[in-house]
Nanobody, 126 residues
């Protein structure tokens, strides 16, 4: 089992920045991939960015490339999402996810993850 807890969401003006954190506990040493997803009201959950924990390979959704950066602190078992140049369309609940399943690729679909955090709200005002 892996427990995930997100933090760092909030209200920010367009063009601003936020950094989300995802603290992991449990079988973190067995985790093979982690990622961030988001879900806006009335929309499906969508992939934002993923990372393979072995090797550090990343994959970003086109909509956030160049603006968002995923990183991790292994000593703290924490995953981060630095979000810059935020726009109103980035408004959503952001979820952290993890999987113990081995994969040679970055996991970009929600069904590929086994564990999810409770989500943190990000609201960008225009």
């Amino acid at each position: 089992q892996v427990q995930l807890e997100e933090s760092g969401g909030g209200l920010v003006q367009a063009g601003g920045s936020l950094r989300l954190s995802c603290a992991a506990s449990g079988r973190t040493a067995s985790s093979h991939a982690m990622g961030w997803f988001r879900q806006a009201p009335g929309k499906e959950r969508e992939f934002v960015v993923g990372i393979r924990l072995i090797g550090g390979r990343t994959d970003y959704a086109d909509s956030v490339k160049g603006r968002f950066t995923i990183s991790r602190d292994n000593a703290k078992n924490t995953l981060y999402l630095q979000m810059n140049s935020l726009q109103p369309e980035d408004t959503a609940v952001y979820y952290c996810a993890a999987t113990l399943k081995r994969s040679t690729m970055v996991v970009t679909v929600a069904g590929g993850y086994d564990y999810w955090g409770q989500g943190t709200q990000v609201t960008v005002s225009s």
